[in-house]
């Protein structure tokens, strides 16, 4: 069976850091795509970051240089750097496993002004 297991969030001030984790078990992501999703309160979830099987990564506009995805193989977790934080990127963090329509049981991520 296939889990996902998001930590890292928590409250931070503006121009803080977090970086978040999502360990797998069940599935390997250095096989498979995987992704970020944030849902702010009152919004739609929305796709933020997405690294694919070889490595190749794309952002949404408003995170796009403070935000990195990367992969550790070895431990079998997919993180999301996270720096420069703005209030408007408080948010639930989720990650996904798109082939598989997997999702994690989410993170909070709070940044105060």
């Known amino acids: 069976q296939v889990h996902l297991v998001e930590s890292g969030g928590g409250l931070v001030q503006a121009g803080g850091s977090l970086r978040l984790s999502c360990a797998a078990s069940g599935i390997y992501f250095s096989v498979n795509p995987s992704s970020w999703f944030r849902q702010a309160p009152g919004k739609e979830r929305e796709l933020i970051a997405h690294?694919?099987?070889?490595?190749?990564?794309n952002y949404l506009d408003s995170v796009k240089g403070r935000f990195t995805i990367s992969r550790d193989n070895a431990k079998n977790t997919m993180d999301l750097q996270m720096t420069s934080l703005k209030p408007e990127d408080t948010a639930v963090y989720y990650c996904n496993l798109p082939w598989q329509d997997i999702w994690g049981q989410g993170t909070q991520v709070i940044v105060s002004s």
């Open positions: 690294i694919t099987s070889g490595g190749s990564t």
